[in-house]
């Protein structure tokens, strides 16, 4: 694990294996320890970077507001100090708001990008005013807030059958500073709309749901691809592919990378 500051601020990071270079980005409430099993499986061909978004894991909060530009210009940090001149990103999430914020502030480092259980576009009226909600209730109680936070990711029928994966994801959340979490809610809820980027064909981008997110509408999330040269891999699970569907994942992204 290795730190650099990006304005003043610590950014914690990993770094293994050779090759392209692969950059994976962890969603809300998550940190770089999500991946372990992927960097392991993936650093066997590549160069894979696995980084601390601000605020969350190993990473030190910016402010009261982490803007998705923040969140790229922290990841540029980390490339510009590994000397990678280009790579491909996986985005869980949160981490894919971050990914499409890299690729507009940095398209010639942007080699190919997954949004998994992620979207391009802004939030709605009404996401806003849930982002606002959350912020409210984590104020009032941490513990509740991400413990219902972390169950609802998963769909209903996976609850029991995943509880100690559901468990473990929870005792991460739960090393999240509450000035994190307040941070990133305000930042996900100013976030651009990047549809945009979908249909500029400048790179591949591989878009990955479940149809039963509790947290992403499926059908809403097709509309943002038609008449895109987006890939498309629908689980029939939730907003967890990379547990709830995590031996169909690895070969999809394997080939994706390739």
Same mark, same amino acid.
């Given at each position: ?29 998550? !940190? ?108 009032? !109680? ?117």
């Amino acid at each position: 694990m290795k730190n650099i500051l990006y304005k003043n601020t610590k950014i914690s990071f990993t770094d293994s294996g050779e090759g392209n270079a692969i950059v994976l980005l962890h969603g809300f409430l998550e !940190n770089k320890t999500m991946w372990k099993e992927y960097v392991e499986l993936f650093s066997k061909k590549y160069r894979v970077i696995t980084i601390d978004l601000l605020g969350h894991g190993e990473s030190d909060c910016l402010g009261y507001v982490h803007e998705m530009e923040d969140n790229a210009g922290a990841v540029n940090e980390v490339l510009e100090y590994l000397k990678i001149e280009k790579a491909a990103i996986l985005g869980h999430s949160m981490g894919g708001y971050a990914a499409l914020a890299f690729a507009e502030l940095y398209p010639e480092k942007t080699q190919k990008i997954v949004l998994q259980n992620s979207t391009s576009k802004e939030d709605s009226a009404e996401k806003k005013l849930n982002r606002t909600r959350a912020i409210k209730a984590v104020k009032q !109680n941490y513990v509740n807030f991400v413990s219902l936070a972390i169950a609802n990711l998963f769909s209903e029928n996976n609850r029991t059958r995943l509880a100690d994966e559901i468990e473990k994801v929870r005792e991460q959340a739960l090393k999240t500073p509450l000035q994190g979490i307040i941070a990133s809610l305000e930042g996900m809820k100013i976030r651009k709309d990047r549809e945009w980027l979908l249909h500029e064909n400048r790179f591949s981008v591989l878009l990955i749901l479940g149809k039963k997110d509790p947290v992403l509408n499926y059908e809403e999330n097709l509309a943002q691809i038609e008449d895109t040269t987006v890939e498309l891999i629908s689980f029939e699970d939730g907003h967890m592919s990379h547990i709830e569907n995590k031996e169909e994942l690895k070969p999809i992204l394997l080939d994706f990378f390739n």
